[in-house]
């Protein structure tokens, strides 16, 4: 009896492992979990839920049908909760700043006018400014090296970047930051951890496209909007593109917005350990540079674990600058008569002496014109590389009275008929997109920097000589064809001689 009762839990048991072995669905990725359909076993294994495994876009089974790829991102638990106001407080509408006092440092490179701007944006929010730091709530800086920044620590005042400022701005409402670009960074502007390293960016638009562009410039990254096999690093908004087609094919380096808002919170130079962690290939939709965890920024993040709390009497008297009805007492009002323009000339000392400049002149330069635009029947062709670092050139273009040009060059006949016309034809470019600009340079098109507009707009003065990229050069006269040019200069004009149709020698393909 008992022989015949363990024979048939053997073979129970050999068919449930043979079972279990058919049914048992192994994916060649290490990282995926094992599939189980077998009898009994119809869930699959749970696991903990910051431990899941997940896709890579480097997995060879994925490389062959990007479509296919999908993956999630990881739920990061924060054990710490951060405050804006306290939420019992009151917050007048369109005064996010009402009760707070900043200290700005680091500015020393900005322009007066752009120091205005920032007194003034946080003015108009209901802040105000103070040179005592122990009596600020607020330190404004770029980076972590300044001594207010290390008494702010101690203080436990909260640390951030006029990013903050401007998006607490957009918002309309005071929060904890939420960004990179939210907080100063641990590093020198010559001494980035992606100095020297050339990167480009795809799936990413708008907005977030323009801060990450941001944020590679302060790591010292040569960023390009174009994508070659000497790029160092892909970086990758979402799953998909030809661009990562091709990084794939050339084994260039691929990662998510994250790995870069590390860098930019950690100042950590070992890229080539970094770029081997699992987190920085997984890719999801949403807000790309939220940040989904502070354990870089312990420090800097405490002092937002306490609520801000105001006074609101008192925090409305030292706004003084607000006025509730919107008017300003002007000097016409007061003499009750429209007073000579000419008695308030726009100046700007220390901007004028900084750019080599005089407002005063640059007026009268406009005024010359009699109404007629800087860039009257001009048409500039800008190339990627300056669109995506100088963001707003299509508004300084047409705001000066230019017509703007991004989809490609014109084509040789665009070129004869914009000169029949009497139009000036004009390429903006800088060092990395030379190459793109051969064929223009050919066709005796003025290629400049873009300081040429930023340049010209502001001194009301059109000056290619200096801006000038691409010399055009001319191929010097030999002795014989310097006689032949006086000869014919001396002579006559002849109506028998035929007419000589200049040519202009252009890449077809660019048109």
């Known amino acids: 009896m008992s022989h015949s009762t363990n024979a048939a839990k053997q073979v129970r048991a050999a068919r449930a492992g043979l079972v279990g072995q058919q049914h048992e669905i192994r994916s060649n990725n290490p990282r995926l979990p094992t599939v189980h359909q077998g009898i009994g076993l119809s869930k699959a294994p749970k696991y903990p839920i910051n431990n899941q495994p997940h896709p890579s876009i480097f997995d060879h089974k994925h490389e062959s049908n990007l479509a296919q790829i999908k993956a999630k991102v990881p739920d990061v638990t924060e054990n710490f909760q951060y405050f804006g106001y306290d939420s019992k407080e009151t917050v007048p509408e369109d005064l996010p700043f009402i009760g707070c006092k900043f200290k700005i440092v680091d500015n020393e490179d900005d322009s007066l006018v752009l120091k205005k701007k920032q007194l003034m944006s946080i003015k108009i929010a209901g802040g105000t400014t103070s040179q005592d730091i122990a009596d600020c709530t607020h330190l404004i800086c770029k980076n972590r090296s300044s001594s207010e920044y290390v008494e702010a620590q101690k203080l436990g005042i909260r640390c951030v970047t006029f990013f903050w400022v401007n998006d607490v701005l957009l918002q309309n409402r005071l929060s904890y930051p939420w960004k990179a670009l939210h907080f100063p960074v641990p590093f020198t502007k010559e001494d980035g951890p992606l100095s020297g390293h050339r990167v480009s960016l795809t799936q990413l638009v708008g907005r977030e496209r323009i801060e990450m562009i941001q944020m590679l410039n302060r790591l010292g990254a040569k960023y390009t909007d174009y994508f070659d096999s000497k790029c160092f690093l892909l970086v990758c908004g979402q799953i998909g593109g030809e661009k990562l087609e091709r990084a794939i094919e050339w084994k260039t380096s691929i990662a998510n917005c994250q790995l870069i808002s590390d860098l930019y919170l950690s100042g950590n130079k070992d890229l080539k350990t970094l770029l081997t962690q699992s987190k920085y290939q997984l890719f999801g939709k949403g807000d790309n540079l939220r940040l989904k965890s502070y354990a870089l920024i312990r420090d800097l993040m405490w002092p937002w674990t306490k609520p801000l709390t105001i006074e609101q009497s008192k925090a409305l008297d030292e706004t003084t600058d607000i006025q509730p009805n919107g008017l300003i007492k002007t000097d016409s009002v007061t003499t009750d008569a429209s007073l000579d323009e000419n008695e308030f000339k726009l100046e700007d000392k220390e901007g004028e002496e900084k750019f080599s400049l005089s407002l005063i002149h640059s007026l009268l330069n406009q005024r010359k014109r009699q109404g007629?635009?800087?860039?009257?029947?001009?048409?500039?062709?800008?190339?990627?590389?300056?669109?995506?670092?100088?963001?707003?050139?299509?508004?300084?273009?047409?705001?000066?009275?230019?017509?703007?040009?991004t989809k490609k060059p014109p084509s040789k006949m665009q070129l004869i008929q914009m000169r029949a016309e009497k139009k000036k034809f004009v390429v903006v470019t800088c060092e990395d997109d030379l190459h793109l600009c051969s064929t223009l340079s050919r066709a005796h098109v003025d290629i400049v920097n873009v300081e040429f507009i930023i340049s010209g707009i502001i001194r009301q003065h059109i000056d290619f000589e200096t801006h000038r990229i691409i010399q055009q050069k001319t191929s010097p006269l030999t002795p014989a064809q310097n006689n032949d040019l006086a000869l014919k200069r001396a002579a006559p004009p002849s109506s028998t001689q035929p007419q000589v149709t200049k040519r202009i020698r252009f890449d077809e393909t660019a048109g």
């Not at 670092?389 to 300084?396: A, D, Q, S, W």
């Open 372 to 405: 007629r635009p800087l860039f009257n029947n001009y048409i500039f062709f800008v190339t990627p590389s300056v669109r995506a670092r100088v963001t707003n050139v299509k508004e300084m273009i047409e705001s000066a009275g230019g017509c703007i040009t």
